[in-house]
């Protein structure tokens, strides 16, 4: 097979929850010869009060780790398993596998070996019901002494480890330390893998097939059945995630931007949907002039006013050295002539204020200063908003008219994204209003 043609597919916890997910897993993977690469995450929620392998992981073996019986616990995950290569009738015993892992629960094989092995089964599972290879990745996916993944060593070891293997089922989530120990990435991890594998085979797409047929222009709690993104660039994703939209890991974006290779977010139980493409670039223009909204709740804004503040230099930084001493992360900061706000989130202010403050007053000796909760912040993003004339204007209209107050107003320098700060109580009329004015009447 044409090396160049290779598809890396990864399938969430939802995706492979039960027999009938593998059995459309097997539909899709086996619909395309180029779907070499199959990453697979543990079995995730089977429906809404259920509870993730992966959990169950943790679990038990927090009893073990404690000394307690565990037996009880392990047995629930074993039937996980068992329940699916039943209904898959599949030639295949676990046996061996629970009992080596039972065993290095009882002598406390760690935490991240633990969780691990919801993966690990699963993809022998899946392997076997494909007729795939399986690879493990403890020998190929490397983090460095310090724990951080080690991208340059995994590639010497998984590119040629994959170059010379037709068709694979490789575990999501985990890799090993210089000392051969099993280390997890963080939860969700498995998009990170998938990514890990399409850098290393130079893959043409990383498909990640999951539980929603991509990235929703809005969040649909607060507007009803958004309409879908069809083309997002790793810039856009990166503020619109930064704002906490959701679907994919963060740290999967590094390893395939960085080889100009595209994701697909696709959906498990409708495989007919386009679902979203991520690209580095692209020269489609999108459809509507933004590509996504999204905000959160729960910031501060210090406010400081001081005369002549446009003329004491370094004032700027001694207001972020008052912030740095407490430890306090800075989010925006926008200016005016003798005016400062510092927004922040509440969070990470609570039990400070006073300190920030006093140090704020001792390094810059503002006339007035204050702080503002309640504030939340909406990132406003399209590359398609750099060549359209009036957005801002047609933005801040669609808030007049909705009667929301606008407290603060930071355009990024790319003119990729405009962040407006509202009361939190005005979040989702102000979500709404931004989605009506920019989809609803482009539509
Ligand atoms: N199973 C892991 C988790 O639940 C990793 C993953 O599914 O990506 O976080």
């Not at 679902?275 to 670039?281: A, C, L, P």
Request: with cysteine.
């Amino acid at each position: 097979m044409d090396n160049k043609d290779i598809k890396v597919v990864k399938f969430g916890g939802s995706s492979l929850a039960d027999a009938g997910q593998f059995k459309k897993v097997a539909d899709i993977v086996l619909a395309d010869p180029a779907r070499r690469f199959v990453v697979a995450s543990a079995p995730g929620k089977r429906h809404s009060g259920d509870t993730k392998v992966t959990d169950m992981l943790y679990n038990c073996y927090e009893l073990a780790a404690k000394g307690e019986k565990f037996d009880n616990e392990f047995t629930a995950i074993e039937q996980r398993f068992n329940d699916i290569i039943t209904a898959l009738d599949i030639d295949l015993s676990l046996a061996d596998e629970f009992d080596a892992i039972k065993y290095a629960f009882a002598h406390r094989a760690g935490r991240d070996y633990a969780a691990s092995r919801g993966e690990y089964l699963n993809s022998i599972v899946l392997a076997k019901y494909l007729g795939f290879e399986f690879i493990d990745p403890a020998g190929y996916i490397r983090f460095d002494e310090t724990g951080a993944f080690d991208l340059e060593t995994t590639r010497s070891l998984l590119a040629p480890k994959l170059l010379a293997t037709e068709k694979a089922v490789i575990p999501g989530f985990y890799g090993s330390m210089p000392n051969d120990t099993i280390k997890t990435f963080s939860r969700g991890g498995s998009d990170v893998t998938g990514s890990i594998v399409a850098n290393a085979c130079s893959a043409v797409i990383y498909e990640n097939w999951t539980d929603v047929s991509g990235f929703l222009i809005c969040d649909p709690r607060i507007v009803d059945d958004p309409k879908p993104i069809t083309t997002i660039t790793y810039r856009e994703l990166r503020e619109l995630a930064y704002m906490g939209a959701t679907v994919l890991h963060e740290d999967a974006i590094f390893p395939v931007r960085k080889a100009g290779i595209p994701i697909n977010i696709k959906n498990t139980n409708h495989p007919e949907d386009r679902g979203t493409f991520i690209v580095s670039d692209t020269a489609e223009t999108s459809r509507y002039t933004i590509t996504g909204i999204a905000g959160k709740k729960g910031f501060s804004v210090i406010n400081i006013e001081k005369d002549m503040m446009n003329a004491a230099v370094g004032f700027g930084r001694n207001v972020l050295r008052a912030l740095e001493k407490n430890d306090v992360c800075f989010e925006h900061m926008p200016s005016g002539i003798d005016t400062m706000s510092v927004i922040v989130n509440t969070e990470s202010l609570i039990g400070k204020e006073k300190a920030v403050l006093d140090e704020i007053t001792f390094r810059c000796h503002p006339d007035k200063m204050e702080i503002e909760n309640n504030l939340a912040l909406i990132a406003v993003v399209g590359r398609g908003m750099r060549k359209a004339r009036g957005t801002a204007g047609r933005l801040f209209s669609a808030l007049a008219h909705a009667r929301v107050n606008v407290k603060m107003i930071d355009q990024g320098s790319s003119e990729l994204n405009i962040i407006i700060g509202v009361e939190e109580e005005d979040f989702e009329t102000a979500t709404k209003a931004i989605y009506d004015m920019f989809v609803l009447t482009e539509d």
